[in-house]
């Protein structure tokens, strides 16, 4: 390399002193690259589509400006497919607003890239709300309007402290039209806060968890345009909520306020409580995950045990402390969730402003969750430590807790009722819920079970509910030794049964015979009637937006946006009360089905679970707890994966 540069040196000196004009030369070496063929050969081998074919385009791109004039039409075709490429990969990487920048570049030359180019940005233009750039690009598209009739109830809904309960009607459809609308973004986290300040003790998860989505938008899509201030904010707010409301891991979002500042009080607070935690707490998925719950745990329970229930030395937390230090934390940066919001237009703020949030922290989730590690930390040592008995009432203070907490009252009925009725029933998709929603209950609720004498001699429905229930999870075989003892009572029990069994054919088959030999028709009596499959009365989305099972997600977006211009209260003119609520809930199940449908992983899962869902056909249980979710009788969130809302909507929190 350096040998060239020496020769090239050379060359110029000798040029330059035998009298050739250099500049000129240099010119028509330009002119020679202003060929086609020249800037194809540039990028004939990017197919990346990364950061760095990015900025080789860019370099094309900045060569080829000085060639582009009238008598250059293949030039100008190929700077189409350069900015259109450069285009895909602005929103591959997430960098929506440098897309639009990109695809803008394109001139219309009837070419097939700007024709996606086009439909590109105007997805873009109405994705962002950006309505007066699409009407330059598509004047026939009156998307605009509707949207327009939509924002002027809306402003009317938001300044009537009457209506402005109802602005979902409005905001739904609007974030589903333009779901990167800055002011609309704003506006719905002005009216989400409200929503979670106005609800008892701070603690709405549905609305906790909007929250976090409108956060996370702004985040990822405005980034640009906000101040390093509110951004850590933003991220302080995030990692709170996730933390205490959703009992999600919430690391992610510290690391990212602590990476702009790294002496950013509240977040450096909280990174140090979350470590103190996680460094004495199993993970969420040892908990959670059922896979993960029945595989070998290396956990020392007994210092959890510890760690939260004794009063030790001044530096030792404990539950107490815990719980202070959270409604602390929250109450000292209450400005960051009222008046001070990273992103707000203080719209919705109440007038008598509270002073403190939070009183007690023992709703939040992240309180269940350690409920739960003492109920599980607790089981673990009844069996092996000094103080079984000691230790076995504190598993029943902590799993009768968590159950008071989260089970509604039919439930907990149901529960209390198998306990001391002699053939009380407990159905198999309630026991299959609550293991797949927090394993250690089921646990606990099945040990309470088989140790009642009424269970052992008299309930042979529900031997059966629970030995399907061992059989259907393989509980038979795992590391987890509290189960492998509940496990060897349900086999004792079933050597019974089996016993049992068998007397009753030889005794049949005796019978049979008997009857066989008599020439008597016997009375059928058969096995006992099969209880119907649990029946799953799912709606039909596709049915409800008029599309084939097989439309794609601009086919869908299409229908969605016919029929909301067709259902919105505002085009229906004069009604009764009545029809205004009929056309209320069709709105909401359109904007529901387009919820699943726009989404590609809940319509994957929506249409696994209709796949399998004809009678008889047996939805697996994975589907059952979410089945168990809408219909609002097992309220709690799922968060072994992280995803904590894998389907749908939840109703009602804590
Ligand atoms: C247009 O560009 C081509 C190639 O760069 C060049 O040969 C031609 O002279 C230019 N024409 C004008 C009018 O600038
Ligand atoms: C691009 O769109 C225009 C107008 O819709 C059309 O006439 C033209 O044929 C399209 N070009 C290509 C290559 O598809
Ligand atoms: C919505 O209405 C508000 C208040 O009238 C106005 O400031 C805003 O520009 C409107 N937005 C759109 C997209 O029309
Ligand atoms: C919009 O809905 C009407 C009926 O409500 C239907 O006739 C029309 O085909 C629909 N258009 C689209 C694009 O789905
Ligand atoms: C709507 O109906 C009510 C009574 O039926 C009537 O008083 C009112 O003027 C009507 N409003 C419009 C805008 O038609
Ligand atoms: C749906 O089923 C397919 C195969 O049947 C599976 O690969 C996929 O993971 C399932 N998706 C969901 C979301 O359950």
Redesign the pocket.
């Known amino acids: 390399m350096r040998h060239y540069h020496i020769l090239t040196n050379l060359l110029i000196v000798t040029l330059w002193l035998f009298g050739i004009d250099i500049p000129a030369a240099w010119a028509k070496a330009e002119q020679n690259n202003c060929k086609l063929t020249y800037f194809q050969g540039l990028t004939k081998d990017l197919k990346r589509f990364d950061n760095s074919d990015l900025s080789k385009y860019q370099n094309v791109a900045a060569k080829l400006e000085h060639c582009l004039n009238e008598s250059t039409p293949d030039l100008y075709l190929f700077k189409n497919e350069i900015f259109y490429k450069m285009g895909l990969i602005h929103l591959s990487l997430g960098n929506d607003m440098k897309a639009m920048n990109a695809f803008e570049e394109l001139k219309n030359l009837g070419d097939s890239y700007y024709n996606v180019s086009k439909e590109r940005l105007s997805d873009l233009y109405t994705s962002f709300g950006l309505w007066a750039r699409l009407k330059n690009l598509l004047p026939e598209d009156d998307t605009s309007e509707f949207f327009k009739s939509l924002n002027k109830t809306l402003y009317e809904k938001i300044y009537d402290e009457n209506k402005f309960s109802t602005i979902d009607d409005e905001l739904v459809p609007m974030l589903n039209i333009s779901p990167y609308d800055i002011d609309i973004l704003t506006i719905r986290s002005d009216f989400l806060f409200r929503k979670l300040i106005d609800s008892s003790h701070f603690n709405d998860l549905t609305v906790a968890y909007e929250i976090t989505r409108v956060y996370e938008t702004i985040l990822e899509k405005h980034k640009i345009m906000l101040s390093l201030d509110k951004r850590i904010q933003i991220h302080y707010s995030i990692a709170m909520i996730q933390l205490l409301i959703l009992n999600i891991e919430p690391t992610q979002h510290i690391r990212k306020c602590l990476s702009i500042d790294m002496d950013y009080k509240p977040c450096k607070d909280l990174s140090l409580m979350v470590s103190r935690l996680n460094k004495i707490n199993p993970t969420r998925s040892q908990l959670f995950d059922t896979q993960t719950y029945t595989s070998e745990k290396n956990i020392d329970w007994e210092e959890i045990n510890k760690y939260y229930t004794v009063d030790k030395r001044k530096n030792q937390i404990n539950y107490d402390w815990i719980n202070n230090h959270i409604v602390e934390s929250i109450n000292r940066n209450i400005d960051l969730f009222i008046t001070h919001r990273p992103i707000t237009k203080k719209l919705f703020l109440k007038k008598d402003t509270k002073t403190e949030l939070v009183s007690t922290a023992d709703n939040f989730a992240f309180f269940k969750f350690i409920d739960i590690i003492l109920c599980q930390a607790n089981m673990e040592l009844s069996l092996k430590s000094k103080n079984k008995k000691e230790h076995k009432k504190l598993m029943d203070h902590y799993c009768k807790k968590i159950m008071k907490e989260t089970f509604s009252k039919e439930d907990l009925d149901k529960f209390v009722n198998t306990l001391n009725k002699k053939d009380a029933q407990l159905p198999e998709e309630f026991i299959n819920t609550v293991w797949n929603t927090y394993p250690t209950v089921a646990i606990y609720m099945v040990d309470k079970i088989i140790s009642r004498k009424n269970f052992r001699l008299h309930n042979g429905q529900l031997q059966d509910v629970i030995i399907k229930f061992f059989d259907d999870n393989s509980l038979f075989n795992t590391m987890d030794p509290f189960i492998q003892k509940e496990a060897s009572i349900i086999q004792k029990i079933m050597n019974q049964k089996q016993k049992l069994n068998e007397q009753r054919q030889q005794q049949q088959q005796r019978q049979f015979f008997q009857q066989f030999a008599g020439g008597q028709q016997g009375q059928q009596r058969g096995p006992p009637p099969q209880q119907p499959p649990a029946h799953n009365p799912d709606k039909d989305y596709y049915k409800i937006l ?2 084939p099972k097989d439309a794609n997600s601009k ?1 869908i977006r ?2 969605y ?3 909301t ?2 259902y919105h209260p505002d085009k229906q003119g004069n009604m009764s009360e009545d029809e205004q609520k009929k056309v209320h809930e069709k709105m909401s199940e359109i904007n529901e089905a387009y919820e699943i449908l726009s989404d590609d992983s809940k319509r994957n899962e929506y249409d696994n679970m209709s796949r399998g869902g004809g009678p008889g056909a047996g939805a697996s249980f994975g589907n059952q707890r979410q089945q168990g979710n809408r219909n609002g009788w097992f309220n709690f969130q799922q968060q072994a994966q992280g995803n904590p809302f894998p389907f749908g909507n939840m109703r009602g929190g804590f």
């Open positions: 008029s599309v086919e299409k229908a946006l016919n029929l211009k067709k």
